[in-house]
Nanobody
Framework: QVRMVESGGGSVQAGGSLRLTCAPSGLSLYAMGWFRQAPGKEREGISCIDYSGIQTYYSDSVKGRFTISRDNAKNTVYLQMNSLKPEDTAMYYC??????????????????????WGQGTQVTVSS
């Protein structure tokens, strides 16, 4: 049974940092990613990483501020978020995909038959 446990969300002032953690279980050799959705906005794939940790993808909205990484020995994926802005406020979801390339995975434009979602963790950035 697949289980995705996210943690690390919370409230922070603009310019601050947070680190999200995702511990997937029941999965093997999956690319991992972080998506977010703010109220009234479309869901956005912001960062993805392949199983090896070599290939990564960042959306323009977070490039240079967020860093995705993974520790396969600990079966954990991280999203380090620095220089947070109020527009980063959203529900953040950890996602696993066993089918697509990192770019297609994060684009959100290609359907996958092998995708798993976490329950989400809220990030709120105040000005």
């Amino acid at each position: 049974q697949v289980r995705m446990v996210e943690s690390g969300g919370g409230s922070v002032q603009a310019g601050g940092s947070l680190r999200l953690t995702c511990a997937p279980s029941g999965l093997s050799l999956y690319a991992m990613g972080w998506f977010r959705q703010a109220p009234g906005k479309e869901r956005e794939g912001i960062s993805c990483i392949d199983y090896s940790g070599i290939q990564t993808y960042y959306s323009d909205s977070v490039k240079g501020r967020f860093t995705i990484s993974r520790d396969n020995a600990k079966n954990t994926v991280y999203l380090q978020m620095n220089s947070l802005k109020p527009e980063d406020t959203a529900m953040y979801y950890c996602v696993a995909d066993g089918q697509l390339s990192v770019t297609d995975f994060c684009s959100g434009k290609v359907d996958s038959l092998d995708r798993h979602w976490g329950q989400g963790t809220q990030v709120t950035v105040s000005s």
